[in-house]
């Protein structure tokens, strides 16, 4: 039997970061028991989203992340899921099963990241993670 998850709350927090007239950068899901929720954990700084990243969580996160050159700026979106090195063989199974149910929340993004160290979900990786997802580069590069 799947986990539950809260379906709403995880959507209204994937139109925030969607959203263009909201600073939202992130949204973390997180388990609460077996239940996956939006606690509210969302932020305008990138680099807070990483402190959720802990040892032994599992979360599920949104994230918006600018890209592009002087030509063309845009935001690009990942969905990420955090499975920390400490977390049981268990757990990290149910993850696989349980990132469906949240996706189906969250359904577009340009690139779906499975990360268990901080270097992978760094900023300026996940942003070279997209732009190579995202295909032509028009600018100079300045």
Not at 62 to 78: H, L, N
């Amino acid at each position: 039997m799947s986990s539950l998850i809260d379906s709403e709350a995880i959507r209204g927090a994937y139109e925030d970061v969607r959203n263009d007239k909201t600073s939202t950068v992130w949204a973390v899901f997180k388990y609460d028991d077996k239940r996956i929720v939006y606690t509210g954990d969302c932020g305008d700084k990138y680099e807070d989203f990483l402190n959720f990243c802990e040892d032994d969580a599992r979360i599920y996160a949104y994230v918006r992340v600018e890209t592009g050159d002087e030509m063309s700026r845009r935001a690009k979106f990942a969905f990420i899921t955090w499975i920390g090195p400490s977390v049981s063989a268990l757990k990290k199974a149910k993850v696989s099963t349980d990132k469906g149910f949240i996706k189906e929340s969250c359904p577009s993004f340009g690139k779906e990241i499975l990360a268990d160290e901080k270097s992978e979900i760094l900023e300026e990786k996940v942003k070279e993670v997209l732009k190579a997802a995202g295909g032509a580069n028009y600018g100079t590069g300045k």
